[in-house]
């Protein structure tokens, strides 16, 4: 089942490069793992999947702990600064940057421990009030003071669209973030660079992948449904 749905997902990604003129591009799949037990994401690692996602500090320091080294874990859910320490040397890639404060605590962490940590800025496209990340007019501002910290790379923006039942609704979302990274290209930032565009989930990643996205976070369309209670931040 999960060795399918991995197939199939990569397969729908292809396609909507195809598409969209993106064939040349490269779109990693992320597959989203929190909540799941380790045999169920060995399942995944053993068709071929090295990035996951998590959205808890300790689940993904338990599950990095407890899986293969050469696995990539992406930490994509709102991040605390009291537990930045329990990351650092264990994520590749943090999705959810969404304060200079917290910023500055991947800086010290990473220095103290004598690495580089890659980070996103996380942007709310959507202004729903329920939703993490800086309001779309902040992003260069943030991009541009984290980039003057020594031990975090500022790789992207990565954001979560609203969640409607037509994903066609989720374009304009997609099309603003592309627009964000492209104008903070342009202003030549020091640092900064916007390789990484982290946007689209099981409900809307065709749209995004079409709409330019580097990176997207696949659970549901992988694993199948979560436990309601767990399902989400
Ligand atoms: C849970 C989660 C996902 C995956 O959602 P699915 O709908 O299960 O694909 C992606 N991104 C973030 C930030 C999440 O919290």
């Not at 991040?79 to 040397?89: E, P, S």
């Not at 973030?177 to 946007?199: A, H, R, T």
Request: proline share 3%.
């Amino acid at each position: 089942m999960i060795r399918e749905n991995i197939r199939d997902v990569l397969e729908q990604i292809e396609r909507a490069k195809a598409s969209s003129g993106r064939q040349e591009e490269k779109t990693e799949l992320i597959v989203v793992s929190k909540t799941q037990p380790v045999d169920r994401i060995m399942e995944a690692y053993e068709a071929g999947i090295r990035d996951f996602g998590e959205n808890k500090v300790q689940e993904l320091t338990d599950k990095y702990e407890q899986m293969p080294k050469d696995i990539r874990w992406h930490m994509i859910g709102h991040l605390q600064r009291n537990k930045v320490k329990y990351l650092i040397g264990r994520t590749a890639l943090i999705h959810s940057v969404d304060s200079f404060r917290l910023a500055q605590e991947i800086h010290r962490e990473s220095l103290k421990a004598g690495l580089v940590t890659d980070i996103l800025i996380e942007v709310n496209v959507s202004g729903e009030e329920s939703k993490f990340g800086v309001p779309p007019e902040e992003a260069a501002a943030l991009a541009e003071a984290a980039a003057a910290l020594s031990h975090v790379r500022v790789r992207g923006l990565m954001t979560i669209a609203p969640y409607v039942s037509d994903p066609e609704k989720t374009r304009e979302y997609f099309r603003l973030l592309k627009k964000l990274s492209v104008d903070i290209i342009q202003k030549n930032i020091d640092n900064v660079s916007m390789e990484i565009l982290s946007m689209g989930m099981t409900n809307d990643y065709i749209v995004a992948v079409e709409e330019g996205s580097t990176h997207v976070r696949v659970g549901t369309g992988i694993f199948g449904m979560r436990s309601l209670d767990a399902s989400f931040q």
